[in-house]
């Protein structure tokens, strides 16, 4: 299986002379799989995903996507930022709007970027909401357009920075299976970076486990072995679920505790 | 001036009161909910109107009391649009005179301020180049300019124009500049992301995510062409309610000053209210 996401040696420093933040991270995505990286706060994942996504410019290393070396942003790895980042002078729709347009522009009509808008609104389900400012609608709303706005751009990658992270636990759950189905639906790739042991087994088909930094990398990968669809009610006794869980939890907490607590 | 919002805001509000009875206690209700919240502001005019005429009553004052200025100046309250010919004029005509001016030389500075600001706010040579020039000219009083802009022009009118517009354009060149410069990183990102660049970036990015901004500078800019054509006008002279001020306290008539005073803050106000509407609109909210 040749890998269509392929992260190798990857390292960054921010200044030069200082200790990196993140050495030799190597990783091979293949095509529809789900990704979570977890790690503890500060362990350079979110900078991981920038690289990933172009934002950010390693400093060692390289990240080939489709056979092609990624260099600049682009809409082929969209991004669901953590805090939305949805433009507060434009309606949901503008802000989806707004990507499909610059990313369609040549080559679909103006009707057919119209319909490819609204039916991105429809996967997240929020049609109804569609006209309203961001101001206006709550926070797993505002996630849900930008989820929207991601996946109306048809990435090749799917970027997810903690999307679910400034949200309840309720809301959460509700977002974490719209992803689910709109994962079996599409069948898209997705790297998604995670704090939540629970968010990373139940979406993702493997946990890629980070050491704290600085000098973070790829400390172990888990493979989830549980088929799909997955339903978060009848995981709870699952035994590749709990033992999932396990791994993570003592990779986390016993192996790498956050160097924050541990003092 | 917040009681007018407040108010406003009440009668948009459901009101539970409102919601059984028919029309007329809805009338009723609406009514009481506008005297309650204006009710605050009228006590306050009518206590600052005591303790001035109490203040101002004795044989001895130097200033008059609110009988006096309704027995002298009554006619200005009541007819402000009369016109007996030459510098003559109710003190609606000398504030129209005015906020010609203003908005002619606001247009200008908003124009010319929005434009430089943008230059200054994008191009690190313009700002290196620019800024220390703004931050000193900008330090100048008004009036300061009027002697230098009276050579320059030889004319009153455009003098007193030109001195609106070097006033008001300091704080929207700043505030469009700072506005520019500062697009969040969540913006630039998302604009990365979808790979807008260029004049694309400018306008669907740079330009609405710096309109707040924009309008702060605006509003400041208003506020003081404001202060500046009052004292502008009485040294140039003409129609205007500036020279009218200055013309009242040369024929000792303190009581027509103190009513064009009350005209000229509560026009201010007007301004300040109309660029803050203005830009409420445009921003679509998104402004304070």
Same mark, same amino acid.
């Given at each position: ?43 350079? +994942?979110?900078? #991981? *995903?920038?690289?990933?996504? &172009?934002?950010?410019? !390693?400093? $060692?290393?390289?990240?080939?996507? =489709? ?88 990435? +090749?990658?799917? #970027? *997810?920075?903690?999307?679910? &992270?400034?949200?309840? !636990?309720? $809301?959460?759950?509700?977002?974490? =299976? ?86 | ?288």
């Amino acid at each position: 299986m040749a890998a269509y996401l392929e992260i190798s040696k990857v390292g960054i420093t921010f200044k030069p002379g200082a200790v990196p933040v993140l050495v030799d991270v190597d990783l091979q995505v293949a095509r529809g799989e789900y990704i979570a990286i977890i790690g503890h706060s500060g362990c350079g +994942k979110s900078t #991981l *995903l920038n690289i990933v996504a &172009g934002l950010t410019r !390693a400093t $060692t290393g390289g990240v080939v996507l =489709d056979g092609r070396e990624v260099n600049t942003p682009g809409p082929d790895r969209a991004v669901v930022f953590q805090n939305h980042s949805l433009l507060p002078w434009l309606t949901c729709r503008e802000n989806v709007r707004l990507a499909v347009d610059q990313v369609f522009g040549r080559s679909k009509s103006r009707a057919e970027r119209a319909a490819w808008v609204d039916e991105n609104l429809e996967l997240v389900r929020m049609t109804a909401h569609a006209d309203k400012r961001p101001a206006e609608i709550s926070g797993g709303m505002k996630q849900r357009i930008g989820i929207a706005r991601a996946l109306a751009m048809q990435p +090749k990658v799917l #970027l *997810l920075d903690e999307p679910f &992270g400034a949200l309840d !636990a309720l $809301t959460r759950a509700h977002l974490q =299976d719209q992803v689910m189905e709109i994962h079996h639906r599409l069948g898209m790739t997705v790297l998604m970076i995670t704090h939540d042991v629970d968010e990373a087994v139940l979406l993702s088909d493997r946990i890629v486990m980070m050491t704290n930094g600085p000098m973070a990398t790829i400390g172990e990968i888990a493979t989830v072995n549980l088929p799909r669809p997955r339903d978060r009610l009848a995981l709870v006794e699952n035994s590749n679920f709990i033992a999932a869980r396990q791994k993570v939890m003592e990779f986390l907490y016993a192996r790498h505790r956050n160097p924050a607590q541990a003092a | 001036m917040s009681t007018t919002i407040d108010s406003v805001k009440v009668q948009n509000a459901p009101n539970p009161k409102a919601s059984g009875p028919g029309p007329a206690a809805r009338i009723g209700s609406a009514l009481w909910n506008a005297l309650r919240n204006a009710a605050p502001l009228l006590v306050m005019l009518v206590l600052i109107f005591a303790i001035w005429q109490i203040a101002a009553g004795g044989a001895k004052s130097s200033l008059p009391p609110p009988t006096t200025i309704w027995a002298q100046s009554h006619d200005l309250i009541l007819h402000p649009f009369y016109d007996h010919g030459g510098l003559d004029k109710g003190l609606g005509l000398h504030l129209f005179a005015s906020l010609k001016r203003v908005f002619l030389g606001f247009t200008l500075a908003a124009i010319a301020g929005v434009a430089l600001g943008m230059l200054v706010g994008t191009s690190m040579i313009a700002m290196r180049g620019l800024d220390p020039i703004f931050q000193v000219l900008r330090t100048v009083p008004p009036l300061a300019w009027l002697p230098l802009s009276l050579a320059a022009f030889r004319e009153a009118q455009p003098s007193a124009i030109f001195v609106i517009f070097i006033t008001a354009i300091w704080p929207v060149i700043i505030n469009t500049a700072v506005g520019v410069r500062n697009v969040p990183q969540d913006y630039r990102n998302v604009a990365r992301v979808i790979q807008l660049r260029g004049l694309g970036y400018f306008t669907k990015i740079v330009l609405p995510s710096a309109a707040p901004y924009i309008f702060t500078g605006l509003r400041i800019g208003i506020g003081l062409s404001w202060l500046a054509i009052v004292a502008a006008e009485m040294l140039i002279g003409g129609v205007g309610i500036g020279f009218f001020i200055w013309d009242a306290w040369n024929s000792s008539n303190i009581s027509d000053i103190v009513v064009a005073l009350i005209y000229v803050g509560v026009v201010g106000f007007f301004l300040d209210r109309l660029v803050a509407m203005a830009g409420n609109f445009i921003t679509k909210g998104t402004s304070a």
